[in-house]
């Protein structure tokens, strides 16, 4: 019988490789092809294609972006009819923003070199053919004028120093005024509650109001300003628009551009992106606020998880005895990790937002609640609650995976540190801790990147759509941890679902969702960094 | 008189003042949960003398060395019965701090285990740990411990490298550094040349000499040689049985017991 399958020459491993490899390539290809998706649609966010002028058979035109082509849904299927959707801008005007046409209304497809994209501030894009400009000064400067480009660009930045201006003064300066005058109307309430004198408190509240009109006034006059100039257009049909520079952020050509305008452009959209705050119902302008809020929060979330899980390893394995009870214990902590992630968002909900948080302000908020309106200050949804729901969720990961660390410190080293005659403590503290750090950290990268990832459980304890401040800024005490903040994860949820302009968001979903991969990618590389620094210092260990 | 025992060199015994049952062990017998591992063991082991116990593997030479600072201690389901006293007091006496008799009892492994530390960490570990944190005290203590061990000399230049660049030699009597560093009384070394070469093993054995003149040695080894080499005394043990103890010089030359000759002669079976 051995003989027989000696003689046989079909090896016999290999069919068996292919079949095993199989399913790192059904992985690879996976994950290949989200990559190239999410990377594909996320980059339309971002670049500036060539713009149509499009003649239709009822001698109407369109001016606008090709944004995908389709089987008409419903038309035959042997002899498909073709329908493509157009980016045509103008909102306010058309009261659409995207079309579909059907390939057969198609009369005359060319890109005029005179088109030109608008970003704006509200009422999404613009395809217009310039005419001309009024400038600040009343002058005019027509389209065909040699100057008409470096006005435009000159207009352009003017128009944009001045929106920063009134933003600095509306959200800035009128926000800290704004604050200070809720801190005192509180005080007064509490003042007129206490029979105390009211008049100092009144006099400052006058004072405030005073400058809270004139920084309101000065905002108003320079947005008056700023909008004199204006650009004259034709739209699609060649009637008449006029467009406020006040309302334009960027202006290009796209049928003139080169490729590498094209890529300043995007380049200029993508710092965009990243920095600024989000407009126009979160489907234009960054995603600052998000990008921030995440990364805050994972921060956080690992400085509570990684002491926490760390302390409980050691103490299950070096100082717990061994037995039923431990066994049971371990069990549940690793089956913890299997828990949907909305559990324990309504955990969070239920023990952290109402009655850790309701009695945080019930000792420390009592006066606040009672003289404004019962506004909670921690107990509602908060950067400190969904941090600590995350921590909770990701404790297993850090438990097991220190664990494992602990238990893969050579013998050696822990009889070494005993024979020296170090207590239980000194050798856990000095020789197993540092030996098992990359461990550790690996389970604390794991941790990180399920935390930076996750949405339902924020949704209820503290993640919003919008959310107008930062929770760090430069008033005392700089972080603030029962704000609400806004989370990539739940931009991208926001975005896909409820934004009220679907065909809008979905390229921004895609480019959020890079953002968010990327964020992960950088957040785990830089923990890994740090753990194979440590790992070099134990190499060359002997045993 | 046996072809292979006349081959191996054997050093005449030092007598020194000091007491003669420095460490007795007195009917000794040890489990490992219902394992019987030791049976009524009862030895003395004199002041500053070197004692080499020798015996085939699982004989139960090495537990009695981890019993000596109770490095047993660590495992579960442990027992035991009689007594061990260093200068007449008992190690497991409740009022004896574990931590305070293995400060007294110094250990070196058979394999080397260096922390992953500067070399200079790893030899006044003992005496951070003992919370001694004056650096010049430290870099004394260093200093003659690294000077001791032979060692000072090829690491003096570089005390602040990871130990974890040291030859298998070198890290070795790095844990030797380390073992004598807080100056304990009793040094415990289980195989500590097992995983050397003849040099590094030379050198070790040359400095188990000069060591003797401070510490109290207690080696297992597995090479009988070196047991004759280095050794004053020498304790013969068979499946957790002592079976015999004398001066190196008798047990190698003369034993009393038949299978002690038959193990020593390597005609063991």
């Given at each position: 019988?051995?003989?027989?399958?000696?003689?046989?020459?079909t090896?016999?491993?290999?069919?068996?490789?292919?079949?095993?490899?199989?399913?790192?390539?059904?992985?690879?290809?996976?994950?290949?092809?989200?990559?190239?998706?999410?990377?594909l649609?996320?980059?339309s966010?971002?670049?500036?294609?060539?713009?149509?002028?499009?003649?239709?058979?009822?001698?109407?035109?369109i001016?606008?972006?090709?944004?995908?082509?389709?089987?008409?849904?419903?038309?035959?299927?042997?002899?498909?009819?073709?329908?493509?959707?157009?980016?045509?801008g103008?909102?306010?005007?058309?009261?659409?923003?995207y079309i579909?046409?059907?390939?057969?209304?198609?009369?005359?497809?060319?890109?005029?070199?005179?088109?030109?994209?608008?970003?704006?501030?509200?009422?999404?894009?613009a395809?217009?053919?310039?005419?001309?400009?009024?400038d600040?000064?009343?002058?005019?400067?027509?389209?065909k004028?040699?100057?008409?480009?470096?006005?435009?660009?000159?207009?352009?930045?003017?128009?944009?120093?001045?929106r920063d201006?009134?933003?600095?003064?509306?959200?800035?300066?009128?926000?800290?005024?704004?604050?200070?005058?809720?801190?005192?109307?509180?005080?007064?309430?509490r003042?007129?509650?206490?029979?105390?004198?009211t008049?100092?408190?009144?006099?400052?509240v006058?004072?405030?109001?005073?400058?809270?009109?004139?920084?309101?006034?000065?905002?108003?006059?320079?947005?008056?300003?700023?909008?004199?100039?204006?650009?004259?257009?034709h739209d699609?049909?060649?009637?008449?628009?006029?467009?406020?520079?006040?309302?334009?952020?960027?202006?290009?050509?796209?049928n003139?551009?080169?490729?590498?305008?094209?890529?300043?452009l995007?380049?200029?959209?993508?710092?965009?992106?990243i920095f600024?705050?989000?407009r126009?119902?979160?489907?234009?302008?960054?995603?600052?606020?998000?990008?921030?809020?995440?990364?805050?929060?994972?921060?956080?979330?690992?400085l509570?998880?990684?002491?926490?899980?760390?302390?409980t390893?050691?103490?299950?394995?070096?100082?717990?005895?061994?037995?039923?009870?431990?066994?049971?214990?371990?069990?549940?902590?690793?089956?913890?990790?299997?828990?949907?992630?909305?559990?324990?968002?309504?955990?969070?909900?239920?023990?952290f937002?109402?009655?850790?948080?309701?009695?945080?302000?019930?000792?420390?908020?009592?006066?606040?609640?009672?003289?404004?309106?019962?506004?909670?200050?921690?107990?509602?949804?908060?950067?400190?609650?969904?941090?600590?729901?995350l921590?909770?969720?990701?404790?297993?990961?850090?438990?097991?995976?220190?664990?494992?660390?602990?238990?893969?410190?050579?013998r050696?080293m822990?009889?070494?540190?005993?024979?020296?005659?170090?207590?239980?403590?000194?050798?856990?503290?000095?020789?197993?801790?540092?030996?098992?750090?990359?461990?550790?950290?690996?389970?604390?990268?794991?941790?990180?990147?399920?935390?930076?990832?996750?949405?339902?459980?924020?949704?209820?304890?503290?993640?919003?759509?919008?959310?107008?401040?930062?929770?760090?800024?430069?008033?005392?005490?700089?972080?603030?941890?029962?704000?609400?903040?806004m989370?990539?994860?739940?931009h991208?949820?926001?975005?896909?679902?409820?934004?009220?302009?679907?065909?809008?968001?979905?390229?921004?979903v895609?480019?959020?969702t890079?953002?968010?991969?990327?964020?992960?990618?950088?957040?785990?590389?830089?923990a890994?960094?740090i753990r194979?620094?440590?790992?070099?210092?134990?190499?060359?260990?002997?045993? | 008189?046996?072809?292979?025992?006349?081959?191996?060199?054997?050093?005449?015994?030092?007598?020194?003042?000091?007491?003669?049952?420095?460490?007795?062990?007195?009917?000794?017998?040890?489990?490992?949960?219902?394992?019987?591992?030791?049976?009524?063991?009862?030895?003395?082991v004199?002041?500053?003398?070197?004692?080499?116990?020798?015996?085939?593997?699982?004989?139960?030479?090495?537990?009695l060395?981890?019993?000596?600072?109770?490095?047993?201690?660590?495992?579960?389901?442990?027992?035991?019965?009689?007594?061990?006293?260093?200068?007449?007091?008992?190690?497991?006496?409740?009022n004896?701090?574990?931590?305070?008799?293995?400060?007294?009892?110094?250990?070196?492994?058979?394999?080397?285990?260096?922390?992953?530390?500067?070399?200079?960490?790893?030899?006044?570990?003992?005496?951070?740990?003992?919370?001694?944190?004056?650096?010049?005290?430290?870099?004394?203590?260093?200093?003659?411990?690294?000077?001791?061990?032979?060692?000072?000399?090829?690491?003096?230049?570089?005390l602040?490298?990871?130990?974890?660049?040291?030859?298998?030699?070198?890290?070795?009597?790095?844990?030797?550094?380390?073992?004598?560093?807080?100056?304990?009384?009793?040094?415990?070394?289980?195989?500590p040349?097992?995983?050397?070469?003849p040099?590094?093993?030379?050198?070790?054995?040359?400095?188990i000499?000069?060591?003797?003149?401070?510490?109290?040695?207690?080696?297992?080894?597995?090479?009988?040689?070196?047991?004759?080499?280095?050794?004053?005394?020498?304790?013969?043990?068979y499946?957790?049985k002592?079976?015999?103890?004398?001066?190196?010089?008798?047990?190698?030359?003369?034993?009393?017991?038949?299978?002690?000759?038959?193990?020593?002669?390597?005609?063991?079976?």
């Amino acid at each position: 019988m051995s003989q027989s399958s000696a003689d046989t020459l079909t090896p016999k491993g290999e069919s068996w490789v292919w079949f095993t490899s199989l399913g790192l390539i059904v992985g690879l290809v996976m994950v290949v092809g989200l990559l190239s998706l999410v990377l594909l649609n996320g980059f339309s966010v971002f670049w500036a294609p060539q713009v149509p002028t499009v003649q239709l058979k009822d001698n109407s035109t369109i001016v606008g972006q090709l944004v995908q082509r389709r089987v008409r849904p419903g038309s035959p299927a042997l002899n498909p009819i073709y329908e493509r959707q157009y980016q045509v801008g103008l909102r306010e005007l058309n009261g659409f923003s995207y079309i579909w046409k059907d390939e057969g209304d198609i009369v005359k497809e060319f890109f005029n070199p005179e088109t030109m994209g608008l970003e704006r501030v509200e009422n999404g894009p613009a395809f217009v053919t310039p005419v001309a400009i009024i400038d600040s000064q009343g002058r005019r400067i027509s389209a065909k004028d040699s100057e008409f480009k470096v006005i435009l660009q000159k207009e352009l930045s003017h128009a944009a120093g001045v929106r920063d201006q009134v933003h600095e003064i509306s959200r800035g300066k009128i926000g800290d005024v704004n604050r200070e005058l809720e801190a005192l109307r509180i005080e007064l309430r509490r003042a007129e509650d206490k029979g105390l004198p009211t008049e100092e408190i009144q006099g400052k509240v006058a004072q405030l109001d005073k400058q809270f009109a004139e920084l309101k006034s000065q905002a108003e006059q320079m947005s008056a300003q700023g909008s004199k100039a204006k650009l004259i257009a034709h739209d699609a049909s060649g009637k008449d628009v006029q467009l406020a520079f006040s309302t334009l952020i960027r202006a290009w050509t796209p049928n003139q551009m080169s490729f590498f305008e094209r890529i300043e452009l995007l380049f200029n959209r993508l710092g965009e992106f990243i920095f600024d705050e989000p407009r126009e119902a979160n489907t234009e302008g960054g995603l600052m606020p998000a990008i921030f809020g995440t990364l805050v929060m994972t921060v956080f979330m690992s400085l509570m998880v990684t002491p926490f899980g760390v302390i409980t390893a050691i103490y299950l394995r070096e100082y717990a005895q061994d037995g039923p009870i431990l066994r049971t214990v371990r069990i549940c902590v690793n089956n913890l990790a299997g828990v949907p992630s909305i559990v324990f968002g309504v955990f969070g909900l239920g023990f952290f937002v109402y009655v850790l948080g309701g009695s945080i302000d019930q000792l420390f908020y009592s006066d606040q609640l009672k003289y404004n309106n019962n506004t909670p200050v921690f107990g509602t949804g908060g950067l400190l609650w969904c941090s600590l729901t995350l921590a909770l969720m990701t404790l297993p990961v850090v438990i097991v995976a220190t664990e494992e660390a602990l238990s893969a410190v050579p013998r050696g080293m822990r009889e070494a540190s005993l024979a020296a005659g170090a207590s239980k403590w000194q050798t856990i503290r000095d020789i197993l801790l540092p030996a098992s750090a990359p461990g550790i950290l690996t389970g604390v990268i794991l941790a990180m990147a399920r935390g930076a990832g996750e949405v339902a459980p924020l949704m209820l304890v503290g993640v919003v759509k919008l959310a107008p401040t930062l929770p760090l800024d430069t008033m005392a005490p700089f972080l603030h941890m029962d704000r609400k903040f806004m989370h990539l994860g739940f931009h991208i949820y926001d975005l896909g679902f409820q934004s009220p302009d679907s065909d809008a968001a979905r390229p921004m979903v895609f480019a959020t969702t890079l953002l968010l991969i990327v964020l992960v990618v950088c957040l785990n590389l830089g923990a890994i960094t740090i753990r194979n620094r440590l790992r070099a210092k134990f190499k060359g260990a002997s045993f | 008189m046996n072809p292979t025992t006349s081959r191996i060199q054997v050093r005449p015994a030092t007598e020194r003042e000091g007491r003669k049952d420095y460490i007795r062990i007195q009917n000794y017998g040890f489990w490992y949960s219902e394992k019987k591992a030791l049976d009524a063991i009862s030895l003395d082991v004199p002041e500053r003398q070197v004692v080499a116990f020798i015996g085939p593997s699982g004989c139960g030479k090495s537990t009695l060395l981890r019993n000596l600072n109770r490095m047993n201690d660590l495992i579960d389901g442990i027992r035991h019965e009689g007594d061990i006293t260093i200068a007449g007091r008992s190690i497991y006496d409740p009022n004896l701090e574990v931590i305070s008799l293995r400060r007294r009892v110094g250990m070196v492994f058979q394999k080397s285990n260096p922390f992953p530390k500067s070399i200079y960490e790893n030899v006044v570990y003992a005496l951070r740990v003992m919370g001694v944190t004056n650096r010049a005290t430290l870099d004394e203590a260093c200093e003659t411990s690294l000077r001791k061990s032979a060692l000072w000399d090829e690491v003096k230049d570089r005390l602040n490298e990871s130990a974890l660049g040291l030859s298998g030699g070198q890290m070795q009597r790095l844990c030797i550094a380390r073992a004598i560093a807080n100056r304990p009384e009793i040094l415990l070394m289980d195989e500590p040349c097992s995983a050397l070469d003849p040099i590094a093993t030379g050198k070790i054995e040359e400095l188990i000499h000069e060591l003797k003149e401070q510490f109290t040695i207690v080696i297992v080894t597995h090479s009988m040689q070196q047991a004759a080499r280095v050794s004053d005394r020498t304790a013969f043990f068979y499946l957790g049985k002592l079976i015999e103890y004398d001066t190196t010089e008798k047990i190698f030359m003369n034993p009393s017991q038949a299978q002690t000759e038959a193990y020593i002669s390597g005609r063991f079976g």
